[in-house]
Nanobody, 121 residues
């Protein structure tokens, strides 16, 4: 199983970016797909998560500005980030929690390689 993230880049404050992360491999289902971020000198933190069923979860800083969605058929998760602020600057990592194969084998949890988002004031 591999997760490939894309969509990072540099943007001015107030701008928008859309991140994508595709999971590949012999995957039947993924329980939760989400995005984390890690700013320089800080710990990795949850930004948003999307369970396989209904519902989403956002950090306080992301609520109302960021929107997570997933395409289960493509095993892909997206993060639309609006009204970006300089404090959103970080490396963003996608995460797949609870990955199962077609045979019902539990693969585990996986991380993408990270994509850098830089927001200038």
């Amino acid at each position: 199983v591999q997760l490939q993230a894309s969509g990072g880049g540099s943007v001015q404050a107030g701008g928008s970016l859309r991140l994508s992360c595709a999971a590949s491999g012999s995957i039947f289902s993924i329980n939760v797909m989400g995005w984390y971020r890690q700013a320089p000198g800080k710990q990795r933190e949850l930004v948003a998560a999307a369970p396989r069923g209904a519902g989403t979860h956002y950090s306080d800083s992301a609520e109302g500005r960021f929107f997570i969605s997933r395409d289960n058929a493509k095993n892909t998760v997206y993060l639309l980030m609006n009204s970006l602020k300089p404090e959103d600057t970080a490396v963003y990592f996608c995460n797949a929690e609870g990955v199962y194969s077609y045979g019902g084998v539990y693969y585990g949890d996986y991380w993408g390689q990270g994509t850098l988002v830089t927001v200038s004031s």
